[in-house]
């Protein structure tokens, strides 16, 4: 390739990573771990084959999530790929639908009930990018798309979709329900609500009920690692001087990792490290593409 077009393909490639906010892909591959170790894990090739379908869906959703924003973007966010006229809008449309068809052909392959699950996570996924900014409960829709894909992870382990795994769902549930709430704001330059935050604690009460006993000393360190982080989260949010919705809700992003850690107290060590290891994946990927 001559030296001349190489830049050309670099942004375009980089576009694609903006397009598809790969910096969050950390903290789908960690909701597919958790969810699979509740399910019984077992197989990993089923797991592979969840991760490739959910970073698919992953991606597609947030191709169409610009291509359905795209008038918004173009009053608030001129920096978005296709009011930057890095991409065109017919071609975000086309590699949304690919990417989303993609995915739903891997959970079909993976097993049924995977695939029932993954038809009701395609569902919200669509859903909520068609009615996130005209309707104040979208966020509701938002942490039901990471329900269903913990739900659909778990369908894959041998155990299947087992109590603990819906525990851990609706934890998550919570958690991302309260940083979309707050993330709502960060476009229009609003003021969050405070109420919103509890929801951000709602894994740790949630963890302290199920882990007892052996357990329930992993579940306490966890949670003070968790606690400890939306601390350090929550400062550029409510910062009085030097508020920064972005930066607060990118980290809000990257602590869905350790939420899923503490669903998981009671994993092997290297398991945990592996979780951890997401989790700074995710602080990396930050760095280069916008998480939001």
Known sequence: MPADTQPTLVSYLRTLLVLGRVSNLPTVWSNCLAGWLLGGGGNWHLFTLLCLAATCLHAGGMFLNDAFDVEFDRRHRGERPIPARAITE???WRLGTLWLGVGMFLLIVTNRTAASLGVVL?????LYNVVHKFVGWAPLLMAACRFFLYLTAAATGDAGVTGHAMWGAFALAFYIAGLSFVARVE???????HWPLLLLATPVGLAMVVNGGEFALNATLLS???LSWLLHSLGPLLSREKRDVGAGVSRLLAGIVLVDLLAVADAPVELGAGFLVLFLLALLFQRFIPAT
Do not use: H, N, P
């Not at 395609?122 to 669509?126: H, P, Q, R, S």
């Not at 476009?187 to 609500?193: E, F």
């Open 122 to 126: 395609l569902a919200c996924i669509l």
């Open 90 to 92: 017919a071609e975000v």
């Open 224 to 226: 003070c690692l968790l």
């Open 187 to 193: 476009s229009t330059g609003g003021v969050a609500s």
